[in-house]
């Protein structure tokens, strides 16, 4: 980066597949961990001691594409595999299993990772929610103290709750499951009519509550974490004042929530009062805004 905020393009690779669409780091920092959402394939790429990125070192790539276009695919989400992220859940000092939502299978899909080689082995499928479908599930998050993971289903407006299968840390088997199915939740009320799709799930850091978003509702759902078990119970369901939600972000304190509404080009911030959130009256223009996060600019959260 340049003195003035100017980013420069260090290194570039492949990924080797289409609609690259989730990026994380291992936990040793040395692999960046990709997702190819159309053609469900997962992989890494080594990092070198200068940030640049070397070529990928471990791909998997389960599916065939069999959508001839993007209407195609829009019309039967499920008519294929598709990844939408890969998380990572460590077990011991050199792996970690890695969680893969598979939105076109209806399953989170499991690997064993090593973080020295940066590769996976392939585990079982686990359901992502139980009752009629399609499900679509986007997003898992892990609860930050609780053995509890949470899964966001886009097409079913489900939040699947999962405990975290304490029966074997050694996760040696490929047919082990390494979380259970234990709660399910509706994200949008009962009456509901609108045609509705699930975007961002969150764990707040406190660990006490979850937050959803739902686009076609163009609400945030929230829902409160028992503290002893992890299971979830909607506190609220409130507009977010703009159409398609498509991401969400909660400053350090909690106390503001700044929502990018994708279809009507709006940034919208609520404050947190008494509970719950609230619009303050700001909204800025922002041409399809996707993704919005705080930073610190030097001590101000800005």
């Given at each position: 980066?340049?003195?003035?905020?100017?980013?420069?393009?260090l290194?570039m690779?492949?990924?080797?597949?289409?609609?690259t669409?989730?990026?994380?780091l291992?936990?040793l920092?040395?692999?960046?961990?990709?997702?190819?959402?159309w053609?469900?394939?997962?992989g890494?790429?080594?990092?070198a001691?200068d940030?640049?990125?070397?070529?990928?070192?471990?791909?998997?790539?389960?599916?065939k594409?069999a959508?001839?276009?993007?209407?195609?695919?829009l019309n039967?989400?499920q008519?294929?595999?598709?990844?939408h992220?890969v998380?990572?859940?460590?077990v011991?000092?050199?792996?970690s299993?890695?969680?893969?939502?598979?939105?076109?299978r209806?399953?989170?899909r499991?690997?064993?990772y090593?973080?020295?080689?940066?590769?996976?082995?392939?585990?079982c499928?686990?359901l992502?929610c139980?009752?009629?479908?399609?499900?679509?599930p986007?997003y898992?998050?892990f609860?930050p103290?609780?053995p509890v993971?949470?899964v966001?289903?886009?097409?079913?407006?489900?939040?699947?709750?999962?405990?975290?299968?304490?029966?074997?840390?050694k996760?040696?088997?490929?047919?082990?499951e390494?979380?259970?199915f234990?709660q399910?939740?509706?994200?949008?009320?009962?009456?509901?009519?609108?045609c509705?799709t699930?975007?961002?799930?969150?764990?707040?850091?406190?660990?006490?509550?979850?937050?959803?978003s739902?686009r076609?509702h163009d609400?945030?759902?929230?829902?409160?974490?028992?503290?002893k078990?992890?299971?979830?119970s909607?506190v609220d369901?409130?507009?977010?004042?703009g159409?398609?939600?498509?991401?969400f972000?909660?400053?350090e304190?909690?106390?503001i929530l700044i929502?990018?509404?994708?279809?009507?080009?709006?940034?919208?911030?609520f404050?947190r009062k008494?509970?719950v959130?609230?619009p303050?009256?700001?909204s800025i223009?922002?041409p399809?805004?996707?993704?919005?996060?705080?930073?610190?600019c030097?001590?101000?959260s800005?």
């Amino acid at each position: 980066m340049k003195p003035n905020g100017v980013m420069v393009p260090l290194s570039m690779q492949t990924a080797l597949g289409t609609s690259t669409c989730y990026l994380t780091l291992d936990k040793l920092g040395k692999k960046l961990l990709f997702v190819n959402y159309w053609d469900s394939s997962i992989g890494t790429l080594p990092i070198a001691n200068d940030g640049s990125l070397h070529p990928v070192k471990s791909f998997i790539k389960p599916a065939k594409v069999a959508s001839k276009d993007r209407g195609d695919h829009l019309n039967n989400r499920q008519l294929e595999s598709h990844a939408h992220a890969v998380v990572l859940k460590r077990v011991n000092e050199t792996s970690s299993i890695a969680f893969v939502p598979d939105l076109g299978r209806d399953v989170i899909r499991q690997y064993k990772y090593d973080h020295e080689e940066g590769t996976f082995k392939e585990m079982c499928d686990i359901l992502a929610c139980t009752g009629k479908g399609p499900h679509g599930p986007r997003y898992i998050e892990f609860h930050p103290t609780l053995p509890v993971a949470y899964v966001v289903n886009e097409l079913s407006s489900q939040v699947s709750v999962f405990e975290w299968n304490e029966e074997d840390q050694k996760h040696t088997k490929s047919d082990f499951e390494a979380i259970k199915f234990v709660q399910k939740i509706s994200t949008i009320p009962e009456d509901c009519k609108d045609c509705n799709t699930c975007g961002r799930i969150h764990v707040e850091s406190t660990g006490k509550f979850v937050l959803v978003s739902n686009r076609g509702h163009d609400s945030i759902a929230v829902y409160k974490i028992d503290q002893k078990n992890g299971r979830l119970s909607t506190v609220d369901i409130f507009s977010t004042m703009g159409e398609t939600p498509r991401h969400f972000q909660l400053n350090e304190s909690g106390k503001i929530l700044i929502v990018a509404n994708q279809d009507t080009d709006t940034l919208v911030s609520f404050h947190r009062k008494n509970g719950v959130f609230v619009p303050t009256g700001f909204s800025i223009h922002c041409p399809s805004p996707n993704f919005v996060q705080f930073i610190e600019c030097g001590s101000v959260s800005c």
